[in-house]
């Protein structure tokens, strides 16, 4: 089958191969994606998915970059909707998990699983796409240490040390909400798992950053 040369249809037959390739990886595991395995997913022959995408590791990069996508898009604009840090804070802590609930499979391959990371295509052929996701990252992990540093104050945050201890022990709380929220065992012991969490972000908060 050729590759179609109508932009429209080749962008839904792309968004068919990732939707099949991100079902594999978080079902059976990174190692067990093939081109094989997703064409026989979409009714496709393997050899025309190579029309859309070189490698199954060119998919897997392009799939992490359209999770951070989603994941940057919200989190800019819920800083730039608030002004006072700790409601800020408080925000961000929110829409955080809120992608890691209602986008759980990208939130995996991102954060969970041991999926390749930029550092492993440095120096291959891939190593400019996979660029593109690390710069994404590293834009949202800038954007949550400026929030960390308007909380603690502006003598605090002249402490490298101090501001990367409150960062690392927010997300380390955050995935941890996640993952027990999307694992579902938290449910077995928390019945309203979501009103406990709102409260636990706004505590955490007040208690970390001596509010």
Known sequence: MKKPRDANAIKKIQDRILKAALDI???????????RRIAS???????NIYNYYKSKDELYICLVIQGFEILQRTLISVYEAHEDPFERGAALARAYIDF?????????????YPTPKY????????E?????????SMDIVTLAINAVKSLIGEET????????MRFI????????MISLYNSKVVRYTIEDTEAMYEKMITEFLQILFRR
Do not use: C
């Not at 997913?41 to 050899?47: E, Y």
């Not at 400019?128 to 994404?136: A, D, G, T």
């Not at 945050?157 to 990367?164: G, I, P, R, T």
């Open 25 to 35: 990886i978080v079902q059976e595991g990174y190692p067990a994606l093939t081109m």
């Open 41 to 47: 997913r979409i009714g496709m022959t393997a050899p």
């Open 100 to 112: 890691g609930f209602k986008h759980s499979s990208y939130y995996d391959i991102m954060f969970t």
């Open 119 to 126: 550092n492993d295509y440095v120096g291959t052929p891939l």
């Open 128 to 136: 400019k796409l996979s660029e593109v996701e690390y710069k994404m």
């Open 157 to 164: 945050a002249k402490d490298e040390q101090a501001v990367q």
């Open 169 to 176: 022990a927010s997300w380390s709380m955050l995935h941890g």
